[in-house]
């Protein structure tokens, strides 16, 4: 059966298309997981170093003989790469070694995305989804954003979903039950060690689930285990998560694209209009529903005292973050 379509192609850009995480994601975003059935129009943005590697997976790319790709191009120019792009997947940084935290690579990482800021602001389409998955983050999402002042507040976000689905995978681990009977997960704040990945709100198969988990586990085991899930991938795997990190980017522009289910939200960074206290302009990450393609943050959920604690956390690290942007002039 053909799947041949005459829709208007939609523009992807994928920095650190040749990198690890670049390679998972690449082909999946070919294959229509994102977009559905419509013509994809890639634009892999590579550093000048890069670009050789990235010329290799985009032969293996054209192998796949994908129905859904119309056009490959490879740059090391952003103007070129984010020129009419509709979905940026800004993968392209350098990831952290055993040892080092996230926030440790803003020194390096963080003056890339000002200049990819100014381009996507310059360049990219009116409707453009912006995805920050290079880390530290949420801090290089602020960065961009100040940097990009046409492009809406809620099109900017960076991926706390892995951490989303590293908590859902713990939860039905834990209680035995299929990953899907389970809603209503929440991550807020950073995506790094000091993030509160949050049951408060769960639910297994419609009803509160949050009775049912001993508060021993969820705050010596659940918490840690996965705010520091990163750092274990790194300790066995001797090299950053890639694959399982492409598939929560995956998920988060395709939910951004499609929406999310009317009983359930996911978990989504984004410039805080200051909601639950999170100072306004703070990337942090929140409990969002996605209506009509647009992510919003979910209101009215109480919040308790632990709750306020770790959120208070999460967030006064994220502003020394901020602070350090300030003080390194990338901002
Ligand atoms: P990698 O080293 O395998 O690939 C990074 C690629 O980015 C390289 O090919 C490099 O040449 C390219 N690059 C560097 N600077 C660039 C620039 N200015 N423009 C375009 N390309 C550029 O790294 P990886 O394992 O793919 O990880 C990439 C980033 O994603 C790291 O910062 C990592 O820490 C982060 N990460 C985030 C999450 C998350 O959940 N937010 C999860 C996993 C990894
Ligand atoms: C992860 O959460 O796996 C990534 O952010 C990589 C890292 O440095 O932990």
């Known amino acids: 059966m053909s799947t041949q379509t005459t829709a208007t192609p939609v523009t992807v850009t994928v920095t650190g ?13 070919a294959a229509g997981e994102v977009f559905g059935n419509r013509p994809v129009n890639l634009h892999m943005l590579e550093t000048a170093n890069g670009a050789k590697s990235a010329e290799g997976v985009a032969m293996e790319l054209a192998d796949c003989a994908y129905p859904l790709l119309n056009r490959v191009l490879i740059t090391s120019d952003a103007a070129e790469g984010f020129k009419g792009t509709n979905a940026a997947f800004l993968v392209g940084a350098k990831p952290r070694q055993e040892g080092e935290e996230r926030a440790d690579l803003l020194a390096a990482n963080g003056r890339i995305f000002g200049p990819q800021g100014e381009a996507l602001n310059d360049v990219a389409a009116d409707d453009v989804r912006v995805l920050v998955v290079g880390n530290p983050a949420n801090t290089n999402a602020g960065i961009l954003h100040a940097h990009a002042p046409r492009i809406d507040r809620t099109r900017i976000t960076a991926l706390t979903r892995l951490d989303h689905n590293r908590a859902l ?20 704040g950073n995506h790094s060690a000091s993030q509160f990945p949050d049951v408060s709100e769960l639910q297994l198969n419609g009803e509160p689930v949050a009775e049912k988990l001993d508060r021993e586990w969820l705050t010596g085991e659940f918490i840690p285990r996965v705010a520091k899930r990163g750092s274990e991938i790194i300790q066995v795997r001797g090299r950053s998560s890639a694959a399982s990190a492409a598939y929560a980017a995956i998920d988060h522009m395709r939910d951004w ?17 200051g909601s639950y206290g999170v100072p306004e302009g703070i990337v942090s990450s929140f409990p969002c529903r996605c209506v009509n393609g647009e992510w919003e943050i979910v209101q009215g959920l109480e919040i308790n005292e632990f709750q306020r604690e770790r959120i208070d956390a999460s967030v006064a690290e994220l502003s020394e973050e901020w602070a350090a942007v300030k003080q390194a002039g990338l901002v």
């Open 169 to 188: 995978a713990q939860v039905a681990a834990k209680l035995d039950v299929p990953v899907d009977d389970l809603t209503q997960m929440t991550v807020w």
């Open 17 to 29: 298309a040749a990198g690890q995480i670049g390679y998972s994601l690449l082909f999946r975003i």
């Open 257 to 273: 694209v499609v929406g999310t289910p009317d009983n359930d939200w996911v978990s989504v960074a984004l410039p805080s209009d």
